[in-house]
């Protein structure tokens, strides 16, 4: 268990920040801004949580993933090359991309088929959990973009690329199955 007994260290003043194996990065490395792209899509997935027309049924979902975006969290905050999960180091793994697969595959059921490309938007919740996944993409980004000059675990990227899948279909849950999406009209304005 992790106990904080003082928020502010002042270590950061120098503009650094520590990382699991005791280095230090700049606020601005490419690997903090992962884990800081991370953290604003759980910060926004708790905001979806809180919308005022609910997550209803998906609730304990959306918690599970922000425990699982901690887990990636403290995965991205541990450079290296080896990712085999430890005592001492947490790391992704397969078994929480595929529970996300599974939430995918039974909400899909649920959902009308798309006959277009879908605006962000619909109800509150659908449209929080919208902005969700595209800040979930540029964790995704910042993460491939990390992983071209850094180990990154492999399962952390898929744990990203899946999770955007499962807020789209969710998003669509959200506004009546499909039924209240916001269809891509093209060249509507022209």
Do not use: C
């Amino acid at each position: 268990m992790v106990k904080l007994n003082r928020i502010y260290t002042r270590t950061g003043d120098d503009g650094t920040t520590g990382l699991v194996d005791g280095s230090r990065r700049a606020k601005h490395d490419a690997r903090m801004e992962v884990i800081g792209s991370v953290d604003e899509a759980n910060s926004l997935i708790g905001f979806a949580v809180a919308s005022p027309d609910g997550s209803g049924p998906h609730e304990a979902a959306l918690v599970r993933i922000q425990n699982d975006l901690f887990d990636l969290g403290a995965d991205l905050a541990t450079p290296g090359d080896d990712f085999t999960p430890s005592e001492m180091v947490l790391r992704v793994i397969p078994s929480q991309i595929e529970w996300l697969e599974r939430q995918i595959d039974a909400l899909t059921e649920a959902l009308t088929p798309l006959t277009s490309f879908i605006l962000p938007g619909g109800t509150e919740a659908a449209a929080r959990v919208h902005l969700a996944r595209a800040t979930v993409r540029r964790a995704e980004r910042a993460a491939t973009a990390l992983a071209a000059h850094e180990p990154v675990n492999p399962a952390a990227l898929a744990y990203l690329n899946r999770l955007s899948d499962y807020l789209f279909v969710l998003a669509r849950a959200l506004n009546d199955g499909g039924a209240g999406d916001v269809l891509w009209v093209p060249g509507q304005s022209r």
